[in-house]
């Protein structure tokens, strides 16, 4: 039975405006009675207001010495240009499908155009493989397809193209970077293969036998990769919580249920753990920096309601034995989460992702059908069933308030 999965975790770009009145901060736990208080004991940032409005600069790119400033607008679009990124090959056992919409301009409706993918490594496909958008593959293994192959702009490949699929198409222009060795394949564009390569049965508008670069989609690399751990490392020291009186430990030994709302700021949690189920509740621009590990027993819970949106960054291992649910399949762009740790990612039955995952050096296990409202950018993707990813394009505008870093 297939799982709806909707991953929608961080910062949006049309934010409504508030203000120092607006630091109020709640945390409501059964088990522990009333926690917080929502005092304006001051000290926000001089960029508060700007930060508020959508402008401001809410996280600091480098370790905690630097003095370099990023809006989180700016990042975002910067590292989610694609539905799905992963830093080594792709191998798919069940059907696989990405598309695009934009929740600024209405809800999701299948088929839209777009939905880039990225693999470092090579792509096996057992079964039916549909991207709406570019498909760009780096390993020099290639794609090995099976059943229906199409991609629904263009296709760089950085090794050769085989298999048996009963039908391959790109609509747009084609790089192949060794043989294609398929029963037949329709290019609607340029068709490019370098000499001496094996060409099979093809219909394309134009053949060229010309070098193709090799190409690396996925910025993967040490030096690329966003400092997760120096960010939470600077806002372990910078940060709103004295403004609202929270405690760091608030979402620590959480037993039965616990929640907690933020206003607009940026904040530190030391870690979220224990057996219970923990909720944060976001209605203005947060940034939430968690230090340590995720480690809950009955699942977490946060909601993202316009107009806000929330930039969360996992500074370890995340393990959320219950339901996983983030954000809204309606504005998927406004959930922003950023990983540091390497561990596996194991999401359970009934989770809901909806919003953009960063964790290059960890692996994403899905069992059974998953269905994705944002974009995955991992290691590894272990999928047993298919795999659907809907594309919200308005991530690559989530830096138009920001002001010029």
Known sequence: MNRRWTLAVLLAASMGSCTRGDLVATVQSPDAGQVGSSADAGGPPDDWEAYCAGRGPPVVVGDADTDSQVCSGRLAERTFRHALCTCEGLALGASFETDAFRGTVGTYQPGGAGGDVGVNGALSANDAVSVGGSLRIGGAGGARLGQTFRVGEALHCGGPLTGNPASATVVGD?????????????????????????????????????????????????ASQV??????????????????????????????????????????????????????????????????VVDLGGGLSVDVQAPGALDLFLGGSVAVAGPLTLGSTATPSRVRVYVAGSNVLALSAGSTLAGNLYAPRAALSLSGGAEVFGSVFVRHVEASGPLRLHYDADIRDAGAECTDD
């Not at 094996?198 to 219909?203: A, E, F, S």
């Not at 806002?235 to 609202?244: E, G, P, T």
């Not at 206003?263 to 944060?280: E, I, K, N």
């Open 174 to 222: 084609a790089r192949v970077l060794g043989d294609v060795a398929l029963p037949a394949f329709s290019v609607g564009g340029v068709l490019t293969v370098p000499a001496g390569h094996v060409l099979g049965p093809v219909d394309a508008a134009e053949v060229r036998r010309e070098p193709v670069d090799p190409v690396i989609p996925c910025a993967c690399d040490a």
């Open 227 to 292: 400092d997760v751990s120096g960010l939470i490392a600077r806002h372990v020291l910078d940060n709103d919580n004295a403004a609202i009186g929270l405690d760091a430990t608030a979402l620590e030994d959480v037993e039965g249920e616990r929640a907690l709302e933020l206003p607009c700021g940026r904040f530190h949690l030391t870690r979220m753990t224990g057996t219970g189920r923990a909720t944060l509740t976001i209605r203005a621009r947060t940034a939430l920096f968690v230090e340590g």
